[in-house]
């Protein structure tokens, strides 16, 4: 993470990745929310009073299938942690997310299953089924990483890759 980032979290929920966010950007960086739930608005508005208050921070209400134009980007990072499961229509709303990233910038899609009975095989599908969804989205470079829990949870990272030819985002 580079201090002059932009950064854009969908679903912050009380505003704990928020707060390491805006610890990692600089003065020149600015880490974005949004979240559909009034209740978390407030708890991660109170959690980064002085980073919003300092300007580094921006909290808004809304959905991930009607983003704000304020959230048009463009972005170095976008990060969904336990959300996606939540989105209508998550192949359409990648690919707006990798239109409102730079290129070259970075998605991180995190998901530990809570479903009953999940386990580690569980939470590798859930992967699975992410990486396919970025894949088709048109990121590249897609990797997963494993945090060893109970059931795991699992990051998948891709990239909005440049066109190496013209030096575009793919387009499709």
Same mark, same amino acid.
């Given at each position: 993470?580079?201090?002059? &980032? !932009? /950064?854009l979290?969908?679903?912050?929920g009380p505003g704990l990745a928020i707060a390491e966010l805006s610890r990692r950007v600089g003065a020149s960086g600015?880490?974005?929310? /949004?979240?559909?739930s009034d209740v978390m608005l407030r708890q991660a508005t109170k959690r980064?009073?002085?980073?919003?208050q300092a300007g580094r921070v921006t909290l808004t209400l809304g959905s991930v299938e009607q983003l704000p134009p304020a959230l048009d980007g463009p972005f170095d990072i976008i990060l969904a942690v336990n959300s996606l499961g939540f989105w209508t229509a998550p192949a359409e709303r990648l690919d707006d997310l990798r239109r409102r990233l730079t290129p070259g910038?970075?998605?991180?899609?995190?998901?530990?299953? !809570?479903c009953?009975?999940?386990? !580690?095989?569980?939470?590798?599908?859930a992967a699975r089924n992410i990486t396919t969804l970025l894949q088709d989205a048109g990121f590249?470079?897609?990797?997963?990483?494993?945090? &060893?829990?109970?059931?795991p949870v699992?990051?998948?990272?891709?990239?909005?890759?440049? &066109?190496?030819?013209?030096? !575009?985002?793919?387009?499709?």
């Open positions: 993470m580079r201090p002059t &980032d !932009r /950064v979290e969908i679903g912050f600015h880490v974005y929310g /949004v979240d559909r980064n009073a002085a980073a919003v910038g970075r998605i991180a899609i995190v998901s530990q299953p !809570r009953p009975g999940a386990t !580690r095989s569980t939470s590798l599908e590249t470079k897609t990797r997963t990483e494993t945090l &060893d829990l109970d059931p699992v990051c998948v990272l891709a990239v909005n890759d440049p &066109d190496p030819v013209h030096g !575009r985002p793919h387009l499709r």
